[in-house]
Structures are given as C-alpha cells and as structure tokens.
C-alpha cells in the first residue's frame, strides 16, 4: 500500500478503512446507494490507486460489494483535498476506473459494475460537471464517441450540520472534515466534542479522540491550546471514572499515583518506616517520570504523527525530570520537530 503521509490522507485512511462506518456513512448520506448494493456486504479490498504526488490532493480507497442480484459491484471512494473544486476530477476518476477493470481482465469474465464517488470539504461549493461528458465542449453533437458516466457528489460545504447523518462517530468524522478549514475551527471543534461526549463508550471516544487531535494538530492552525483542552473535557468528561482537565494531564497523574503506589509496596515489604519513606520518594521520581513520558509520547504523536514516535525513542532515555519538563512544556508551541530534537 503506498505510504500515508498527509494529514488529510492520514485521518481518511484511519476513518474510512472500517467497512461497517462507511456503509453507515454512505446510506445515511448518499441513499442512492442503497438500491446498488447489499447491507452488510462491503469488503475494504486495500487497494489504493493515486499516485504520491497527488496524494496531497486525493485519498481513495476501493470497497467491494455484492449486489442484490448476487453479482459483484465496486465502490471507488475519491476524498478531494483541495479548498476547492477539480473541474477535471472526472477524468483522473476514469483512470482508476480504468485500473480497476485492468485487475479484472486478468480473471476473465465481464467487467463488474464501478460506482464512483466523490468526497469533497473545501472552502467552495462545488460547481463542476458531475458526468464525464461535461468535459467535452460538443459532447451531445458527437455523444456516439464520447465515454458516458456520472460520479456521485457528496459536498460537505453543501450540508448543513442538520443534514449530515448517521451515528455519532461517523458524524463526527464528516463535521471534522467539513469545519477543517474553517476560520473559526476552534469553535466548531468545541462542539463537535460535545457530539463526541454523547458517545457510551468512552473507551472508542478516547482512541478516536487521539486520531482526530493528530489530524488537527497537522491540518489546522485556527484552534488555540484552551479551545483544544476544553474540547477534550467535553468528549471525555471521565477516564476511569476520574475527572480529568485534560489527557496529558490525565496521562502524568496516572504515572504519578503508580510510582506512589511502587513506593509505598516497595516500603511495607522492606517492613521498615525508613524503607517505606525511601520507597515513596523513589516511587514519586519513578511515577513522575513515567508520566511526563506518556505525556511526552502523546503529544509527540498527535502533533507529529510517526516522525514523533520516532524522536521520542531518543527522548525516553533522559533521565533529567528538569528535562522532561521542558521537553513537554514546549510541545505546546513547537510546530517542528527540529525545535523538540534541539531541547535533547
């Protein structure tokens, strides 16, 4: 599969690889589809046809389906990444089009049916042709020799929050895309947590949470650190039935607690007050540590994604809480990577 390395690609990629989500996406937003193929049939093949140089641009992934008719169909999904709208998408469409019915032709047999669909969240409505045609000047004067077909559009910019439909993760994940751009993204984020927050199972909202920060760490500079902790108070009210302010913190208290806790059953096995007392000061150093790291560890993925956990191997070998505690302190504000590697 060709390496993921842009944001908007990463957060596709991690959202929309999940069949049950997409299937609820697609029905819930694009009903159309419902005649077109089976619930509960959709098989992510893994196939990926954009090249690395548009991938700043483009996201696809390719589903499988069967049809009621018990024959196969495709679904190509092409995320548009641009602000605004490519009059010319129809055609790169017919080449991944093209591609795929290249795999086939090596199995023999007919060509089974493709729908394409287009994802698009820029700052523009889109006001290009939706049929291939549309890119011919004098299509119908000539319509024997020109390729026929229609994508389906769905237009976040065209959809109000009202009208984007399906579970609450899902509407999650489309009001993400549709805000990312935005101005005032740090206000709609806020309330997008609060959708988040209405999840029961805090567990998924955590691992979601930590995918969707990432994104926004790399995608958007229109959200303040307070607009990012507030949002997180409201997606995740409790980790374990403790409040939290925010996950890093949540992280370091955690750490904390356990190196007391070290401490204190390290001292009632010694059976000595002085090795209890010694345990407890070494277990507080110890806790205090780990959690800066996880702390540390975090906040190098969300903002950084796979070239933070890569530092962070070098990070977790500082044994200077003074360090630590710098290192943490000034991911807040680092946009680079260079800015963290120079505080080591």
Same mark, same amino acid.
């Given at each position: ?5 842009? @944001?908007?690609?990463? *957060? ?14 697609? *029905? ?19 196939? #990926? ?12 992934? =390719? ?6 008719? $018990? ?15 490519? @009059? ?23 060509? #089974?049916?493709?729908? @394409? ?34 994508? =389906? &559009? ?6 109000? %929050? ?12 489309? &009001? ?8 005032? *993204?740090? %206000? ?5 947590? %609060? ?40 997606? &995740? ?7 939290? @302010? ?16 070290? $401490? ?40 950084? $994604?796979?070239?933070?956990?890569? =530092? ?11 360090? &630590?505690?710098?290192?943490? #302190? ?15």
């Amino acid at each position: 599969m060709t390496e993921i390395t842009q @944001p908007h690609d990463r *957060f596709f990629f991690k959202t929309f690889s999940q069949p049950e989500r997409v299937e609820d996406i697609l *029905f819930h937003n694009l009903p159309q589809l419902a005649s077109l193929f089976m619930a509960g049939t959709l098989e992510n093949t893994g196939e #990926s046809f954009v090249s690395d140089e548009l991938r700043k641009y483009y996201s696809d992934i =390719l589903y499988k389906a069967k049809r009621k008719n $018990g024959e196969s169909v495709y679904l190509y999904i092409l995320f548009e990444h641009k602000s605004y709208p490519e @009059p010319r998408i129809a055609f790169d469409l017919l080449r991944y089009m093209v591609r795929i019915w290249e795999m086939e032709k090596e199995q023999g047999g007919c060509f #089974s049916l493709i729908v @394409p669909i287009v994802f698009y969240h820029g700052k523009e409505r889109w006001n290009c042709a939706t049929n291939f045609s549309g890119l011919f000047a004098h299509a119908d004067e000539s319509s024997e020799f020109v390729p026929r077909f229609q994508y =389906l &559009l769905y237009d976040l910019s065209g959809y109000t %929050e009202e009208k984007i439909k399906g579970t609450i993760l899902s509407r999650v994940i489309l &009001l993400l895309f549709k805000y990312i751009y935005a101005q005032d *993204f740090g %206000e709609k984020y806020i309330k997008i947590c %609060e959708l988040l927050g209405k999840l029961e199972d805090e567990k998924t909202a955590l691992e979601f949470m930590k995918i969707a920060l990432e994104y926004i760490g790399n995608a958007t500079n229109q959200i303040t650190v307070e607009q990012l902790q507030e949002g997180i108070r409201k997606a &995740l009210p409790t980790v374990g039935g403790v409040l939290v @302010p925010t996950i890093f913190e949540q992280l370091r208290e955690e750490g904390r607690e356990e190196g007391r806790e070290e $401490g204190r059953e390290e001292g009632r096995e010694e059976g000595r007050e002085e090795g209890r007392e010694e345990g407890r000061e070494e277990g507080e150093i110890i806790g205090l540590k780990k959690g800066l790291l996880e702390a540390i560890q975090l906040a190098l993925e969300i903002k950084f $994604g796979d070239d933070g956990l890569e =530092l962070f191997q070098k990070v977790k070998t500082i044994a200077s809480l003074e360090k &630590l505690n710098a290192i943490k #302190s000034s991911l807040r504000e680092a946009d680079s990577l260079r800015q963290i590697d120079s505080l080591l």
